[in-house]
């Protein structure tokens, strides 16, 4: 049995729990946290694990209990709300930190604390699942296969159904629009706006550009300056959603945003592990430099998203507690090598060529 102490917070979440029971079933004995002890206690007790609640809000006791700690899986969003208060927690008390958000403004927040998090000497990576482990291994092996590239354009195909915690994030994007970066800088742009045929991998789709994480992560992973993400959709919704640009200010009042979330509590549940295993996921990218002509083409295929989150942050976990390196914010490949999306369950190897 492993005695590496390991914190999972929300892990009475769709994913967190999946999280906790992969993470015993491979010997280790994590502690449940999150901010309802009620909640927590039932699958605690059916692992036979610890379980504690304690509020981000208190700052102190949160610092002093990850002091015993020596990695933290933070599952309970939203994390735009709860990452950075985490975070600097585990800055103050020398606790590597990892979550699984999709969520852009995470991933700059994480970047901008680099400095605090290397002079503690520990590792801030955000995102250990899908987003953003797959399309981060695959844009870093494009970098690597055209490294004066100019532009980087990744999506993924997939059946997987969202999890409670997924919709809620897509909702708070609604409000906001899609987001590309253009000469290294995050251009906010309306949805549906860019539009495009991709082969992800099972034929050509039309597909949409969206505010994905890679959006900022793989600029930090590769510094490519123009980068765009994108996922399939039928044209008819991608015409709703160009119609949705007209109320994004009504869509970001918190009234709305507190309404649409009740509606996912009420009707999304997370897909159950037999429907997962039927589904895997497509990912693809495309790197060029415009100026020499050159461009290649990558994909992967992989688990389910949710496997892919649960093996992923175990995997990047298990890195961490034997991490001799120096501390940081790390994007996924840039801490464990773009031939981590390669090792996990379900993944297929990276193919690169010109298409």
């Not at 742009?189 to 890679?214: C, N, S, Y």
């Not at 300056?225 to 015409?239: D, F, G, L, T, W």
């Not at 640009?245 to 309404?259: A, E």
Request: net charge neutral.
């Amino acid at each position: 049995m492993n005695t590496k102490k390991i914190m999972i917070y929300g892990a009475n979440g769709y994913t967190g729990e999946l999280i906790a029971r992969e993470a015993v079933a491979k010997g280790f004995r994590p502690i449940l946290a999150g901010r309802s002890a009620s909640k927590l206690q039932p699958l605690a007790e059916e692992l036979g694990l610890s379980a504690m609640a304690i509020s981000l809000d208190a700052s102190e006791t949160l610092e002093r209990t990850l002091r015993d700690m020596d990695v933290v899986i933070h599952c309970a969003g939203p994390f735009s709300a709860t990452a950075e208060p985490m975070m600097r927690a585990c800055i103050a008390a020398g606790t590597h930190y990892q979550d699984i958000t999709g969520e852009m403004q995470v991933y700059q927040i994480a970047h901008d604390l680099h400095a605090e998090a290397k002079a503690a000497g520990i590792v801030l990576c955000p995102g250990t699942g899908f987003d953003v482990i797959p399309t981060d291994c695959l844009a870093a092996a494009l970098h690597r296969a055209i490294p004066t590239a100019t532009h980087l354009t990744l999506g993924f195909d997939s059946d997987s159904a969202l999890s409670p915690g997924t919709a809620k994030t897509s909702i708070e994007s609604l409000g906001l629009g899609s987001a590309v970066r253009r000469q290294g800088k995050i251009e906010i742009i309306g949805h549906a706006e860019l539009t495009r045929t991709i082969d992800f991998g099972r034929g050509e789709k039309f597909a949409v550009a969206i505010p994905w994480g890679d959006v900022a992560t793989a600029y930090y992973s590769t510094e490519i300056p123009n980068i765009e993400v994108y996922i399939p959709m039928s044209p008819r919704r991608a015409k709703k959603m160009q119609r949705l640009n007209k109320f994004r200010w009504l869509l970001r009042k918190t009234w709305m945003q507190n309404w649409l979330k009740g509606k996912v509590d009420k009707s999304v549940k997370g897909p159950a592990e037999e429907k997962r295993a039927e589904q895997q996921t497509w990912v693809w990218g495309e790197v060029r430099n415009d100026r020499r002509g050159e461009r290649k083409i990558g994909r992967v295929v992989t688990a389910n998203g949710y496997d892919v989150t649960v093996h992923g942050s175990l995997a990047v976990m298990e890195f961490l507690l034997d991490y001799q390196g120096e501390g940081g914010y790390f994007t996924p490949s840039k801490l464990c090598g773009a031939e981590l999306v390669e090792k996990l369950p379900g993944s297929g190897t990276i193919k690169i060529g010109i298409d």
